[in-house]
């Protein structure tokens, strides 16, 4: 999660994305468990099935923390709950906002407690249960951890401690029996609300795209010509396959691993110069003289090797997802591409030439029929949500 929402709006989509936050909140039961005698261990084991729709797999989730439906109604009431942050004004929604493919339209990065800017664009979550890794920089490797790095940050949710958070809920009332129901008597602790909301959070999924049921599905004309053309760019000509993997069976569209796209060090050469977003869409580029005087100077971001400090691992991040990508503006880990026509016309051009970048960067030297149809195949990739 990474705390992010401005007072500027983009496009809401259709029902589909709609439809993710309704089914998460049809798992629940409607009656807590709590408050019916002898439910609690009842509910508390009485298993979810989270049906993946077509074009994923089935859907993983750790074996000690199995899905119930009290415990993703009790994780969807922490997603939306501004109280969860230090000052009672930031919730994870705010940053993933269900409309926006679980992301924020709003800026390049997120805007979390009184007014900090975080560092980096705030990954979408939809289909985030196949993360092998989470965060640009796969810093956790599972959802039930994950959490806690949000709700700590001191530029997003800002929580002071664990136990900080944790007294809160229990300081409030409409919490209480809540999480004694969802995990057969266990109260709120660190490990009770990492799983509430990793549950939570498993039910976001998106499939049955044109493309899901065009390859899948045997629907020939579930796609264009010009969609067609462009898969077999994306599989061809655009080496977008070569990381943003499609099988036999399914199609997660990604390696899950980390690559220097160059985006990283471009950032890092702005040097004196600073490009500040003044409002979607709207930048100028100032002195970082200025930028210091008014705020906090840009930090810097050496991405994966933050974590690894393997120098070949500088400013690499990991290949996101392409679900819903058509929704999930802007682009890249820094959210610095505003747009498809601009990811693919950073391809094109192979990249900013960076030190490290990957080999698997090049000049495409696409016709601009062929970018066209590229971006009409990456909007066809938008899906349905799951059903239980």
Known sequence: MTSRRCCWSRPRLEGALLAVLLVARAFAAE??????????????????????????????FPADNPPT?????????????????????????????????????????PVGNEGASA?????????????????????EGALETQVWGPLLAPDEMANPSLGH??????????????????????????????AALASFQR???????????????????????????????????????????????????????YHNTG???????????????????????MSAAVVRSIGAAPRSDL????ITRDPRERWAYKTPMLSEVAATAPYMHDGSLPTLEAVVEYYDRGGAGAPGQSPLIAPLRLSVTEKAALVAFLKALSGRAGRP
């Open 203 to 257: 039910t976001l999924v998106s499939g049955d795209s044109r493309f899901d049921r065009y390859r899948y599905g045997g629907a020939i004309d579930a796609l264009s010509a010009e969609e067609k053309a462009g898969l077999a760019i994306f599989t061809g000509k655009g080496r977008c396959a070569a990381c943003h993997l499609i099988g036999e069976r399914d199609a997660l569209l990604s390696d899950f691993r």
């Open 119 to 139: 560092r980096r664009n705030a990954p979408g979550l939809l289909n985030v249960a196949y993360h092998p890794r989470l965060f640009h920089d796969g810093r």
């Open 31 to 60: 009656v807590p468990a709590a408050q019916v005698p002898g439910a609690q261990m009842a509910d508390a084991e009485v298993p979810l099935a989270i049906h993946a729709p077509l074009g994923l797999p089935a859907l993983p």
């Open 263 to 285: 985006i990283g060090w471009l950032r890092s050469q702005e040097g004196a110069g600073v490009e500040v977003e003044l409002a979607p869409g709207v930048r100028a580029r």
């Open 69 to 109: 439906a009290a415990k993703v109604e009790l994780g969807r009431k922490l997603f939306f709950d501004r109280r969860l942050s230090f000052n009672g004004t930031m919730s994870c929604a705010m940053c993933h906002v269900p409309e926006q493919g679980f992301t924020s339209n709003a800026l390049r990065t």
């Open 303 to 306: 991405g994966r090797f933050e």
């Open 165 to 194: 958070v944790l007294d809160r809920l229990r300081d409030l009332p409409d919490y209480a029996g809540q999480f004694e129901a969802a995990f057969a008597g266990r109260g709120a602790s660190a490990d009770t609300v990492g």
